[in-house]
């Protein structure tokens, strides 16, 4: 068969940018000698905690923030509660708010603060000095108190009969709570658990996962932030606050 020019420059061609190809391998091996394809196109060098997101994995920052919001809309709670006491106390259900209490004592107090923060934050970063390190006291002080709250909102709310003359001074116990609480729970957020990050290695940080999942498992038996979240709406759908529309702000009058 004969060949013409254009089928002739165009096997050229094709061998030139195979010849082209043959060179680039050889100083791309020449370069990298122990990897078979260099670095700039390998898909397995992401960071551990990366490929670990990826995944689905919760890492234990995360962990203490979403317990947060657990406990954030216990406090939503408090504050509806609050409100009503002072307006018609006769309407509220005072099982539900011994059951936000309990909630309360399990979740926050008996694990998140005691078994994860003051096991293992607030120590690392009282140790690691700076901004963060005066933190820890207060928020342990804080802890205790919120300890006596507690203890005062499941007395008051085991009673069969509530005894309305004493509305106020539930509405004010549970109003200082939430004030204190929600002041805490920000500055961890945004300071103390950031910090205590700071402290921890990858390696450190992913065992620091693998802990937390361990003790939750061996507090609860289960999933228990999961069981939290199903508590905590149970409790609101009781009280009418399932429906998040509800607390839209109204337009402001201009």
Same mark, same amino acid.
């Given at each position: 068969m004969k060949t013409n020019r254009r089928d002739l420059s165009a096997r050229r061609t094709v061998d030139l940018l195979a010849c082209i190809g043959n060179i680039s391998a050889g100083l791309i091996l020449s370069?990298? %000698?122990?990897a078979n394809r260099p670095r700039f196109i390998e898909r397995h060098t992401? %960071?551990? +905690? @990366? $490929? @670990?997101l990826k995944n689905g994995e919760v890492t234990a920052l995360e962990d203490l923030m979403r317990e947060?919001?657990?406990?954030?809309?216990a406090l939503l709670v408090y504050s509806e509660v609050a409100a009503k006491l002072r307006s018609n106390p006769s309407v509220l259900v005072f099982d539900t708010i011994h059951k936000t209490? +309990?909630? &309360?004592r399990a979740f926050s107090e008996d694990y998140h603060e005691k078994k994860l923060e003051e096991k293992y934050i607030f120590p690392a970063v009282k140790k690691a000095g700076g901004q963060a390190a005066s933190y820890p006291d207060i928020l342990i002080a804080q802890h205790k108190r919120e300890r006596e709250? *507690?203890?005062?909102?499941?007395?008051? *709310?085991q009673r069969a009969k509530f005894d309305t003359d004493n509305a106020e001074s539930l509405a004010m116990v549970l109003d200082s709570l939430v004030r204190m609480y929600r002041a805490h729970a920000a500055r961890e957020d945004t300071i103390? &658990? %950031?910090?205590?990050? $700071? *402290?921890?290695t990858a390696e450190q940080l992913d065992q620091m996962n693998e802990k937390f999942e361990e003790i @939750?498992? $061996? +507090? &609860?038996d289960e999933d228990g932030f999961e069981n939290a979240v199903r508590q905590i709406s149970n409790i609101e759908t009781e009280l009418g606050l399932a429906d998040l529309a509800q607390f839209t702000a109204p337009p402001t009058a201009i």
């Open positions: 370069v990298y %000698p122990n992401l %960071p551990q +905690q @990366e $490929q @670990e947060h919001g657990v406990l954030r809309r209490a +309990q909630l &309360f709250i *507690t203890d005062y909102i499941l007395n008051v *709310t103390v &658990f %950031p910090a205590w990050k $700071q *402290t921890l @939750e498992h $061996q +507090q &609860f």
